[in-house]
């Protein structure tokens, strides 16, 4: 499943609100009130957190199974830091705090950790993506 699409449109909830849709689901997409939004829904940074998190907690989950593990719960905590914000030029900054539950051993907890930089999220956002933008024709009707 090397290619994924979704498709986004202002839903007309206020300024910023979205709608997503990514194949038969539909998700909603807002900035907060502070910033002009109606906080209808995460926002964008949040839902890329959200990605990731999904992620790392579903990669530790089949690698769990596979290798028979005894874990019984995973939760992921994300932070997102905007280094530019701070006026740093380098890149944003991602923290991670993973939960293990279950009977694991130390050997375990270890091996789930470095699994966990193994999603498919987490080297996408490690390795940098090329973004290629376009124009969609005009459709009929449409203000030129």
């Known amino acids: ?16 609100g979205q709608f997503i849709t990514a194949g038969h689901h539909v998700l909603g997409a807002d900035e907060p009130e502070p910033l002009g939004g109606c906080d209808t829904g995460p926002d964008p940074y949040e839902l890329l957190l959200s990605g990731l998190g999904a992620c790392t907690a579903m990669t530790l989950r089949m690698y769990a199974e596979r290798k028979h593990m ?3 719960k995973v939760s992921v905590h994300l932070r997102h830091v905007a280094r530019a914000a701070e006026g740093n030029a380098s890149n944003d900054a991602f923290e991670r705090i993973i939960t293990l539950e279950g009977d694991l051993s130390d050997a375990d907890r270890q091996r789930l950790l470095d699994v966990a930089d193994r999603c498919p999220v987490s080297q996408t956002l490690q390795r940098g993506s090329r973004i290629a933008s376009s124009l969609a024709p005009l459709s009929a009707g449409a203000a030129t």
């Open 1 to 16: 499943m090397g290619k994924r699409e979704v498709t986004v449109v202002e839903s007309g909830a206020g300024r910023f």
């Open 70 to 72: 005894a874990l019984t």
